[in-house]
């Protein structure tokens, strides 16, 4: 009698344990976290690509200011610019709340640091009781960012089409919005699975896949705050 082992928990250390079967083949679950691993690298290795694409635009924009447009330093009454729909513009375009855009990266980093310190306790081999509300927390502050995210917009002292430096940076916005939703979407699955004891006896490692893109997500949300912030 062929025994199939249907858990998806994790490998314990480095010991491959049990066997699984998946479209016919046999793979321990030290297998399958490898792969899994692989892929996670790859999707975040994909999504640096995305990232890097929007440091070179803005500093590329940033430099060319194709007729002082940026920000519009060169419009006056007597030399007025115009926007995206031929209005005129007649003064240097303000610059979005730094207060703002660095609350969003700090919240994002915080969600990410719960996240991180449930997979250290998972490890630790910490059960639901504690996982849980440190996941809960994780997504609880992923939904602040996208809640202040929000907010900020309605504030913006321009509008999408004021320039190149205001269609930018509406732009990183929604990009942040998105990555925090996937973010925050990723942390109620791995809450809801440590509520049931999916991560008991030290079964980590969706913990560690769920680390991994909330840690890059955090540290590319900072990159741009910077930027934004402090090369406007």
Not at 16 to 27: D, I, R, V
Not at 48 to 58: K, R, S
Not at 116 to 127: C, H, M, T
Request: a neutral charge; glycine letters at 10%.
């Amino acid at each position: 009698m062929t025994v199939i082992d249907s858990s998806d928990t994790p490998p314990q250390g480095d010991a491959p344990q049990g066997h699984a079967t998946e479209g016919g083949h046999h793979e321990t679950p030290a297998q399958r976290h490898q792969k899994e691993h692989m892929a996670t690298w790859m999707f975040i290795g994909g999504d640096a690509v995305f990232f890097a694409l929007e440091i070179f635009f803005w500093f590329y924009l940033r430099s060319l200011n194709t007729t002082g447009m940026w920000i519009g330093a060169k419009c006056s009454k007597l030399n007025p610019c115009t926007d995206g729909l031929g209005n005129p513009i007649t003064h240097p375009i303000p610059k979005a709340a730094i207060g703002y855009t660095l609350g969003v990266a700090a919240l994002i980093i915080v969600s990410a640091a719960f996240i991180w310190f449930a997979e250290i306790q998972g490890r630790d081999g910490a059960s639901r009781k504690a996982l849980t509300p440190l996941l809960g927390l994780g997504v609880l502050f992923s939904l602040a960012a996208i809640g202040l995210q929000f907010y900020q917009f309605q504030v913006l002292p321009f509008t999408t089409i004021d320039g190149t430096y205001a269609s930018v940076f509406t732009f990183f916005m929604g990009s942040n919005i998105a990555h925090f939703l996937l973010v925050a979407t990723i942390g109620t699955g791995l809450m809801n699975r440590a509520r049931i004891g999916k991560y008991d006896n030290h079964n980590w490692y969706q913990l560690h896949l769920g680390r991994l893109f909330a840690v890059w997500v955090a540290f590319s949300c900072a990159v741009l705050a910077v930027i934004a912030s402090f090369f406007a």
